[in-house]
């Protein structure tokens, strides 16, 4: 199975800070890379599809880069909405495996 | 308008089964890849399944194989999973999400998702 390796595990941050969360592959993957924001009770939602494409409707201060292995999500200005806990997926090859999450938190 | 309603979860003895249902509306059902994707108490989350547009094309997590189906009725535009020798370890929050037309597509549309709770 291909591992998803976020960090950090947890980020301390406050309002209008930039915040980058990475996460690695364990094999190549291509693009098939996608970012989802978890809160407690609620569906996840998709933020990023395919390691770089903003989801309709989603703020442009989301953002995602890379490719292969290693990717990162950016947040440019921290809004109080966005605490919440940050998910990868991989979906290059079955099982569709997610990172373990970062939780973002209020500093 | 787009949505994704479970139902079928509950409290389960270990070893029993259950069938959790996804009644999707909005969409042309028939056209998307369907997953199933869990996360237990305090815990991430974690891909179940998937089925393809179809229904001609399943996946799923090693720890669910030959004890867990997914299925799909384009007819009645409704996802299924049929868990069967449920374990403790199958406790959670169960979430049916829409892919794309293609199985390896980002997971767009998702439901509330349904407590299934695995106890003596």
């Known amino acids: 199975d291909i591992q998803m390796t976020q960090s950090p595990s947890s980020l301390s941050a406050s309002v209008g800070d930039r915040v980058t969360i990475t996460c690695r592959a364990s094999?190549?993957?291509?693009?098939?890379l996608h970012w989802y924001q978890k809160k407690p009770g609620k569906a996840p939602k998709l933020l990023i599809y395919?390691?770089?494409s903003l989801q309709s409707a989603v703020p442009s201060r989301f953002s995602g880069s890379g490719s292969g292995t290693d990717f990162t999500l950016t947040i440019s200005s921290l809004q109080p909405e966005d605490f919440a806990t940050y998910y990868c997926?991989?979906?290059?090859?079955?099982?569709?495996?997610f990172g373990q999450g970062t939780k973002l938190e209020i500093k | 308008q787009v949505q994704l309603v479970e139902s079928g979860g509950g409290v389960v003895q270990p070893g029993r089964s259950l069938r959790l249902s996804c009644a999707a509306s909005?969409?042309?059902?028939?056209?998307?890849?369907m997953h199933w994707v869990r996360q237990a108490p305090g815990k991430g989350l974690e891909w179940v399944a998937v089925i393809s547009y179809d229904g001609g094309h399943k996946y799923y997590v090693d720890s669910v194989k030959g004890r867990f189906t997914i299925s799909r009725d384009n007819s009645k535009t409704t996802l299924y999973l049929q868990m069967n020798s449920l374990r403790p370890e199958d406790t959670a929050v169960y979430y049916c999400?829409?892919?794309?037309?293609?199985?390896?597509?980002?997971?767009?549309?998702w439901g509330q998702g349904t407590r299934v709770t695995v106890s003596s």
């Open positions: 997926q991989q979906t290059d090859i079955t099982p569709y495996t």
């Open positions: 395919s390691a770089s």
């Open positions: 094999q190549s993957i291509s693009n098939y």
């Open positions: 909005g969409f042309i059902f028939s056209s998307y890849a």
């Open positions: 999400a829409r892919g794309g037309y293609s199985i390896y597509d980002a997971s767009e549309i």
